[in-house]
T-cell receptor
Framework: EDQVTQSPEALRLQEGESSSLNCSYTVSGLRGLFWYRQDPGKGPEFLFTLYSAGEEKEKERLKATLTKKESFLHITAPKPEDSATYLCAVLSFNGQNFVFGPGTRLSVLP | DTEVTQTPKHLVMGMTNKKSLKCEQHMGHRAMYWYKQKAKKPPELMFVYSYEKLSINESVPSRFSPECPNSSLLNLHLHALQPEDSALYLC???????????FGSGTRLTVV
């Protein structure tokens, strides 16, 4: 069974304090790993798709990396507007749909 | 148009009511999804439509009834819901089953 865990559950940062979020996964053949950002009461907003170990993608202050067992979302010099829940999801070759992790709630304080 | 539009944004209904949630996308995506999300939890898959045919029903109670009238529209018909069905209902679409999903903003449903 495909499984996804995320850590930490919650993270509070000061503005400008860089950090990383972790997504660990167990799948029977990874088809893709996806990062989403979700604001309260809103739908998840797509950030990145990673397909193979060693792949990296960047968007503004965010950088996502992938290994064979985990993915990191690095946040450089975060701003208060980066506060949100960050969801990781995996899609395996055997599975039919996304398996979401529980998410990391990020708060960036001014 | 790169959006998934859901209506209504908020819905309050009694346990004897019948209501429908609507979802629309014009990106030409051929897979559409309904998810249910409770507070501080990740989205849970309810239904998948692929090429307008129901392909997955994740053991959802029959008081939830999906419908896909055409490739751009997805409905979720609600009847005799329970208070524990109160949640954020999310619609999503994707070009194919391998791609990233585009989510709508959701319908906040409250059952009283």
């Amino acid at each position: 069974e495909d499984q996804v865990t995320q850590s930490p559950e919650a993270l509070r940062l000061q503005e400008g304090e860089s950090s990383s979020l972790n997504c660990s996964y167990t799948v029977s053949g990874l088809r893709g790993l996806f990062w989403y950002r979700q604001d309260p009461g809103k739908g998840p907003e797509f950030l990145f798709t990673l397909y193979s170990a060693g792949e990296e993608k960047e968007k503004e202050r965010l950088k996502a990396t992938l290994t064979k067992k985990e993915s990191f979302l690095h946040i450089t010099a975060p701003k208060p507007e980066d506060s949100a829940t960050y969801l990781c999801a995996v899609l395996s070759f055997n599975g039919q749909n996304f398996v979401f992790g529980p998410g990391t709630r990020l708060s960036v304080l001014p | 148009d790169t959006e998934v539009t859901q209506t209504p944004k908020h819905l309050v209904m009694g346990m004897t009511n019948k209501k429908s949630l609507k979802c629309e996308q014009h990106m030409g995506h051929r897979a559409m999804y309904w998810y249910k999300q409770k507070a501080k939890k990740p989205p849970e898959l309810m239904f998948v439509y692929s090429y307008e045919k129901l392909s997955i029903n994740e053991s959802v109670p029959s008081r939830f009834s999906p419908e896909c009238p055409n490739s751009s529209l997805l409905n979720l018909h609600l009847h005799a819901l329970q208070p524990e069905d109160s949640a954020l209902y999310l619609c999503a679409s994707s070009q194919d089953r391998d791609g990233g999903y585009t989510f709508g903003s959701g319908t906040r449903l409250t059952v009283v």
